[in-house]
């Protein structure tokens, strides 16, 4: 088992930036991929970023490529996911996931773990 607790989430006007914690505990975290998710009111949760177990491959949506960095420290158990250039439209509960075999990184499937969620509000 293992357990993901985001935060970092909040208000921030567009054209800001923030930056979402997932720490984990349970299992050894190196042995994930981890993602980040999100979920806008009245649509379905997409996929927003992934890192391979050893950071070096990163994967990101369309829509957040060159505004949004996902890293992980494993000496701390903690993915992040550095936001910025902020927009209404990232408005969202952002999830982070973690996973301990991946194909396809952004299929929510291919995750065992899920966080709890935080809410991320850009206001124009």
């Known amino acids: 088992q293992v357990q993901l607790v985001e935060s970092g989430g909040g208000l921030v006007q567009a054209g800001g930036a923030l930056r979402l914690s997932c720490a984990a505990s349970g299992q050894t975290f190196s042995r994930y991929a981890m993602g980040w998710f999100r979920q806008a009111p009245g649509k379905e949760r997409e996929f927003v970023a992934a890192i391979r177990r050893s950071g070096v491959s990163t994967f990101y949506a369309d829509s957040v490529k060159g505004r949004f960095t996902i890293s992980r420290d494993n000496a701390k158990n903690t993915v992040y996911l550095q936001m910025i250039s902020l927009k209404p439209e990232d408005t969202a509960v952002y999830y982070c996931?973690?996973?301990?075999?991946?194909?396809?990184?952004?299929?929510?499937?291919?995750?065992?773990?899920w966080g709890q969620g935080t809410q991320v509000t850009v206001s124009s």
């Open positions: 996931a973690a996973g301990n075999i991946l194909v396809v990184v952004t299929r929510e499937y291919e995750y065992d773990y």
